[in-house]
């Protein structure tokens, strides 16, 4: 069976350990491979091999250090069929959706920090008579980029390519649930001819791993994508510290749809995002708020097509549902099915475990869950479920909706469907989320700022954010 290997100094390495773990293949339920079980000595090596590396990549000039990234950019779309492969039997998620999805934006994000560095500029303030002040950014040396499980490579090169592109080297750690599409990265990096220590990627457990490079002195920045309670954990190291500090966190997302709304649109594409990746995409929408006047016939209708999804093989052309990520976070979604129950919740959809035929019939399957009759205040509606369940309450004035939406401690992201404009502006203001999409789902620019408020994160990234975080800025002024 493949073992996987660290990638540090350039080289494909055992653990200092000497030992692994099991990568289960949630969609049979079986192991399929091994993950290095690092632990803090393996980050140590990797850091060194930064230390080594960081000067020399630095000073490379901007160009050459675009080409190095374009290069892997280039090498991620030519091995798109094996990484989506990859991906989907990591991850459980349907090979459609990885090979359209995850892994063309893996090779955008390598992409578009290879040109975006090219087009900075720094600003220079005049003092008349007096001095003329200009900024420059400084690489911060080596940054830590920890990702997690629900997009795996895409979320990992995220954090990555704007780090490298920036001038630094990294340590970086996948999620110990999906690492086989970052140890197929390192090999990309070795063929891409990418110099020894720039990138270091240890595999392993969070508390073995993340928080050795969380803690570690040399690792000024620490870029973490994943659960609430983690972050708080990294925060609780990192900041007395005095480290920089990206967290993005969990979310609770709203998806308010009101009478006026575009009907066959917002049916389609709630569809989309109540259920993509199985819900376990940080931004689906998992509490629905229907307007009064369309309630009926907007719950009968997604009720209809939720009934009709079909959950299967990830590996089949044709699934658009597969499996959830692991055992473990099946159980930890039907817990939450079950409490919904006890709070008085009605399942008219779904609710249960899956079990396709055939080779997927000991996998990790839930059929795809919709909840009336809970109000906004139980724990089903207050807390991360992160699979494919939404709740659908009604609700009458504008007031009353922008209530429900801000009534969870988090704040990532927000859906809003109405035809009217006034309306679409004044509501998307007084929601409190990192992003609002309106008529709309998921379209992204990697331009734009993107991160979560509230308990959703601190920090953020995406376009000349990502690039700002992993650089230090300084001002110098020169008397005239
Ligand atoms: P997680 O917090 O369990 O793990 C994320 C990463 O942190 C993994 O690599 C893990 O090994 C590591 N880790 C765990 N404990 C650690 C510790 N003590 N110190 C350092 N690192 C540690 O999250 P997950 O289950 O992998 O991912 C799901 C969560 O991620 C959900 O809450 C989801 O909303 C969130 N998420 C957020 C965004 C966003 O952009 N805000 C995007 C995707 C996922």
Not at 155 to 184: D, Q, R
Not at 272 to 301: H, P, T, V
Not at 320 to 342: D, F, M, N, P, W
Not at 460 to 467: F, I, T, V
Request: net charge negative; charged share 20%; aromatic share 8%.
């Amino acid at each position: 069976m493949e073992r996987i290997l660290n990638y540090i100094d350039g080289e494909l390495i055992e653990p200092t350990t000497g030992t692994y773990l099991d990568n289960i293949n949630p969609a049979i339920g079986e192991v399929y491979s091994y993950i290095p079980d690092s632990n803090k000595d393996d980050v140590e090596l990797a850091v060194k091999a930064a230390e080594k590396a960081k000067e020399a990549w630095g000073a490379l000039p901007i160009e050459d250090r675009s080409e190095a990234l374009l290069k892997v950019a280039d090498l991620i779309d030519e091995n798109l069929e094996a990484l989506a492969k990859a991906e989907s039997i990591d991850n459980g998620k349907p090979i459609n959706l990885a090979r359209t999805v995850d892994i063309p934006r893996a090779s955008a994000n390598f992409r578009f920090y290879a040109k975006a560095i090219i087009n900075q500029s720094t600003k220079a303030h005049i003092t008349p008579d007096k001095g003329i002040n200009y900024t420059v950014r400084d690489p911060l040396g080596i940054a830590g980029c920890i990702s997690p499980w629900n997009l795996p490579l895409y979320l990992f090169t995220w954090k990555i390519a704007p780090a490298l592109a920036s001038g630094n080297c990294v340590v970086a750690k996948p999620s110990e649930i999906t690492p086989m599409t970052a140890y197929l990265l390192s090999k990309i990096c070795i063929e891409a001819g990418l110099p020894a220590g720039v990138l270091n990627i240890v595999h392993g457990l969070g508390p073995q791993v993340g928080e050795a490079i969380v803690a570690h002195p040399s690792i000024p920045a620490i870029s973490f994508t994943g659960g609430t309670a983690t972050g708080q954990k990294i925060g609780s190291i990192a900041a007395p510290m005095f480290k920089k500090l990206s967290l993005e966190l969990g979310g609770k997302n709203p998806n308010i749809i009101f009478d006026d709304c575009d009907f066959e649109d917002a049916l389609a594409t709630t569809l989309r995002s109540s259920f993509a990746n199985q819900g376990q995409i940080c931004l689906c929408g998992s509490r629905i708020y229907l307007q009064r006047g369309i309630y009926d016939k907007f719950l009968e209708a997604f009720v209809a097509k939720v009934n009709n999804m079909q959950v299967g093989d990830p590996l089949d052309e044709t699934t658009r549902t597969g499996a959830v990520v692991s055992e473990q976070h099946q159980e930890k979604i039907l817990h939450y099915i079950s409490l919904a129950r006890l709070e008085g919740g009605k399942v008219l959809a779904g609710g249960n475990a899956f079990n396709p035929e055939g080779r997927c019939k000991n996998g990790y399957f839930v059929q795809p869950t919709v909840i009336t009759g809970l109000d906004e205040n139980c724990r089903t509606n207050q807390e991360e479920i992160f699979g494919p369940v939404v709740t659908i309450q009604a609700f009458d004035t504008e007031e009353e909706a922008i209530a429900l939406a801000n009534s969870t401690k988090y704040g990532l992201s927000a859906t809003l469907w109405t035809q009217n404009l006034t309306r679409a502006h004044k509501v998307a203001a007084a929601i409190k989320a990192g992003i609002v999409w309106v008529n709309c789902w998921l379209v992204r620019d990697l331009r734009t700022p993107f991160g979560g408020v509230k308990q959703s994160g601190v920090g953020r990234e995406g376009g000349d954010e990502a690039l700002h975080f992993f650089t230090e800025e300084k001002n110098i002024c020169i008397k005239t």
